[in-house]
């Protein structure tokens, strides 16, 4: 198991260092930070004295070898626009987005597993086939357009719900939450659920697929000739035997959930950390970028070695293969 995690460990190493030059190299071509730094009345030489500062007159490589050393220490320099380190503006975004994005995994896990397993067990039943129906509306409209329509429907026309922000939150040392307060759960409703909708429907898809699979074996067919309850069947030979694939996907969703949250910020106006990625596009602030990428990285790095060690928890055959 240590060789295991020591492999894995190396393997996410190389990968940071790839992605951080993959965003670093990209991010250098996409403007002139310079320009949105400074006015118009800003003079050559002056320009030239704040580039030099900022060492963008150095080699690419340089530049890659400065930001991944500084990087590895939590340091990513300062923001072009801000004029704040970056890691501070991380920090003071991070709480919202993790929080979003932990509401939303709780609500695509906790509906979908369940909703995957009684469509796949009452195939013709009334309920199912809603379910099945929803699951093709959550697929097939983007993220976007529902958020605009939740926005309209319960923020606009009904009043129910606030259609922007985090609502009033309660500051715990570094850590701010707003599920202490009742205006911030009312406020993360919409957002998690939009943010959640397509995860939750693609893995309703996915364990309903693999139960139906699953209930086809010939062990299931031996459990049900040996006389034993139905429900043992169902949830302790036929679930189990489920899991694996589904903790390959759903781990990669729970990811995808941290990444693609920028839409969902964007449209709720959530002051998280993808918002902050949109607003650093638009005047090429190269350090908030390139962090925020690199930081991502890193969440689905960790998730994928979380997953790769649940595997030993699920799958025995996995254990005997390694030993």
Known sequence: MFAFIAQRIVQSVFVMLA?????????????????????QETSLEQRAALRERLGLNDPFLVQYARFIGKAAQGDFGVSYRQRRPVSELIES??????????????????????????TALKRKGLLSRGFMTLSLIGISLPTFLIGILMILF???????????????????????TGLLTRSGWASIIMPAF?????????????????????????????????????????????LKNTLVPVITITGLQLGAIIAFSIITETVFQWPGM????????????????????????????????????????????LRVQRN
């Open 154 to 176: 319960f923020g606009v026309i009904l009043r129910w719900l606030p259609s922007f922000g985090r609502g009033e939150v309660v500051d715990l040392g570094w850590w701010t």
């Open 93 to 118: 975004r991070l709480p919202a987005t993790l929080e979003l994005s932990f509401v939303s995994a709780v609500i695509a896990l906790f509906l979908g597993i369940p909703m995957g397993i009684y």
């Open 274 to 317: 993808g918002l902050l990625f949109i607003q650093s596009i638009g005047v090429v602030d190269i350090p908030v970028m390139a962090a925020y990428l690199l930081l991502i990285a890193f969440f689905f790095v960790i998730i994928n070695l979380i997953v790769d060690l649940l595997y030993f928890a699920v799958d025995p055959r």
């Open 194 to 238: 939009t943010l959640a909708l397509f995860q939750m429907t693609l893995i309703m898809r996915l364990v309903r697929a693999e139960m139906l699979e699953v209930m086809q074996t010939d062990f299931i067919k031996f459990a049900r000739a040996r006389g034993l309850p139905e429900r043992m069947i169902n949830f302790r030979h036929a």
């Open 19 to 39: 992605v951080g030059l993959i965003a670093f190299g990209m991010f250098r071509y996409v403007g002139d930070p310079i320009s949105n730094m400074v006015g």
